[in-house]
């Protein structure tokens, strides 16, 4: 019997993430992100449902301009205000036992250093369930407010996101062999110093002595998760993930990309199925197709078309706002998302993208409308296409999870697409059967290289 999906909630620590306009929704909650409770309550629904992660997605400054103007994301809590995810974590690690909590930083928002100090702490802290979404920020307002001009050009974001994996990964599995850690009072030996080392980093932006400061948490590297799809991005998940975030179209696109982003992951020295993919789908179910169709047009009423728009062309670096909404794509090229345009081409595949089909799209694709047995139905042909996992966006939170584990959920368990109960141990073991990092994978080349 083929594997259960896995399964992640897609949320970020503010009002409105990506359905924009559903936060207005009579029954949605989203609003109240600035409370501990509301976060904390949400993870123990979730592990009761056995979701395998709660995963924040996060940002470090505005999207561009929208109508040359900030004004709509203010307007329409569109990612404002955005509170920081990884202060969550700690406090989930605490109330859950059994969920991977997965938290994007950026190559920009902190010296890796630092980063990998936070990180270790929070991975003993859950015994081992962080994961990191790594990102390299695609705002400009982002890069300004960490002191740059402007943004980084893509290409040279990715060269500075080898560094910093470099950075983090020598102090992860480098600086500290197995067994320093003494803590031996009878011998009045804390920490044995012959197993403890220096990294002496220096790169073309970073210089790190080490050693790094937390001693070896359970996983030592987090669980490292990648979103990435241009050529170069899915070159870096090739080398560097564990798992994916994919946005296909469709089965048959998603397997597509799938088979080739693990010939990469083939060429780059590692297992075909060393790299898993999440696919992002959203939910709207109901006891008859009808009534979910029903539910779904209600949604729709509540969803800000030009919100969409806004974040959208924030990904694609082109005020949008300005155009008419039959302008065809094609012009508007850009420094920002390869990967965006990428999905509007191949979702429509028999004519030029407008920006109209962008808006339609952004809410319409990747929803799955109907009851319990047709979404199982139709996860079931995600998996088959060679999908690991689905990475679960909501409309209202916690209300589209909590239907999912009530009604989706025991269907799919029923036949085998979820799991029943959690495999035990730390995230990385749950997903791919060991607690730490293979010997394939970069990061294994700095174990024992500072000794
Ligand atoms: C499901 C998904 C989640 C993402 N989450 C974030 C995020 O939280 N923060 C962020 O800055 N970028 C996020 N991104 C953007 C990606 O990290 C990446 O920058 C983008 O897809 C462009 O990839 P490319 O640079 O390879 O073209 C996400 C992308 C996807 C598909």
Do not use: C
């Amino acid at each position: 019997m083929p594997r259960p999906l896995q399964f992640s909630a897609f949320v970020m620590n503010t009002t409105s993430h990506i359905t924009h306009g559903a936060w207005r929704l009579p029954e949605a909650r989203q609003t109240e992100f600035n409370s501990l409770e509301h976060w904390v309550s949400l993870a123990r629904e979730l592990e009761r449902g056995r979701f395998d992660f709660i995963f924040f997605a996060d940002v470090v400054g505005l999207y561009a301009d929208h109508r040359s103007s900030w004004e709509k994301f203010v307007e329409s809590g569109l990612q404002i205000p955005s509170n920081d995810p990884s202060v969550l974590a700690s406090a989930i690690a605490h109330a859950t036992s059994e969920l991977g909590i997965a938290i994007t930083s950026s190559i920009l928002q902190e010296h890796p250093f630092n980063f990998a100090r936070k990180i270790s702490t929070l991975d003993h802290a859950s015994r081992g369930r962080i994961a990191w979404n790594i990102v390299t920020s695609l705002s400009p307002n982002a890069w300004r407010n960490f002191g740059y001009d402007d943004i980084t050009p893509h290409e040279d974001r990715y060269a500075w996101a080898d560094e910093y994996v470099d950075v983090v990964y020598k102090l992860w599995e480098g600086s500290w062999d197995d067994g320093a850690l003494l803590q031996d009072k009878e011998r009045a030996v804390h920490g044995d110093f012959t197993k403890i080392h220096k990294i002496h980093h220096a790169g073309e932006r970073y210089r790190v002595e080490g050693p790094h400061l937390v001693a070896p948490s359970p996983q030592r590297t987090p669980l490292l998760f990648q979103a990435g799809s241009s050529p170069t991005g899915r070159r870096f998940a090739a080398r560097n993930a564990e798992a994916q975030f994919i946005q296909s179209p469709s089965p048959k696109d998603a397997k597509a990309l799938i088979d080739d982003t693990r010939r990469l992951v083939v060429e780059a020295g590692r297992k075909a199925e060393d790299l898993n993919f999440f696919q992002g789908l959203s939910f709207v179910i109901g006891s008859t197709e009808a009534e979910a169709r029903r539910r779904a047009d209600e949604v729709d009423e509540y969803i800000d078309d030009d919100a969409i728009i806004a974040h959208a062309a924030g990904g694609i670096g082109v005020d949008l706002g300005h155009y008419d909404l039959d302008t065809p794509i094609g012009d508007i090229e850009s420094e920002g998302s390869r990967s965006h345009l990428l999905w509007l081409r191949e979702a429509v595949p028999d004519r030029e993208p407008t920006v109209r089909d962008l808006a339609r799209l952004r809410t319409r694709n990747g929803r799955v409308v109907g009851t319990p047995e047709q979404i199982a139905d139709r996860l079931a042909e995600w998996r088959d296409a060679g999908v690991d996992g689905i990475n679960v966006t909501n409309y209202t939170i916690p209300g589209s999870y909590l239907e999912f584990i009530e009604h989706v959920t025991p269907v799919l368990q029923e036949r085998g697409l979820a799991q029943r109960e959690y495999r035990p141990g730390t995230t990385r073991r749950k997903l791919t059967g060991a607690d730490l990092l293979d010997d394939h994978h970069p990061a294994a080349a700095y174990r024992g290289a500072f000794s």
